[in-house]
């Protein structure tokens, strides 16, 4: 069964730092470009990061430019978001999902096909 599973959400005051994990099992994840996906209250879905699965390319909203990191260990099954310098806006619930192939990131969210259940971040003084 294929299954991503996020963690290391949590509330931090504004500049602090978070680290999410996704992690991935039930298939070969070295195949798959992985996105960060966010929702925040009222709005819509916004895809933050990705990163490719054939050359490691990454991507970047420019909402978080120069803030966030994405990564991966292909031998551990996992894609890390370092966030840094966290401000109010990015409070959401967020989401790692993944997409099969030699995707160039951005990858439209429509081609996402297995998704977490996402993990509450909170970023308040």
């Known amino acids: 069964q294929l299954q991503l599973v996020e963690s290391g959400g949590g509330l931090v005051q504004p500049g602090g730092s978070l680290r999410l994990s996704c992690a991935a099992s039930g298939f070969t994840f070295d195949y798959y470009a992985i996105g960060w996906i966010r929702q925040a209250p009222g709005k819509e879905r916004e895809g933050v990061s990705c990163i490719s699965s054939s050359d490691g390319s990454t991507y970047y909203a420019d909402s978080v430019k120069g803030r966030f990191t994405i990564s991966r260990d292909n031998a551990k099954n996992t894609v890390y978001l370092q966030m840094n310098s966290l401000k109010l806006e990015d409070t959401a619930v967020y989401y790692c999902?993944?997409?099969?192939?030699?995707?160039?990131?951005?990858?439209?969210?429509?081609?996402?096909?297995?998704w977490g259940q996402g993990t509450q971040v909170t970023v308040s003084s």
């Open positions: 999902a993944a997409t099969y192939g030699s995707w160039n990131c951005p990858v439209p969210l429509k081609y996402f096909g297995v």
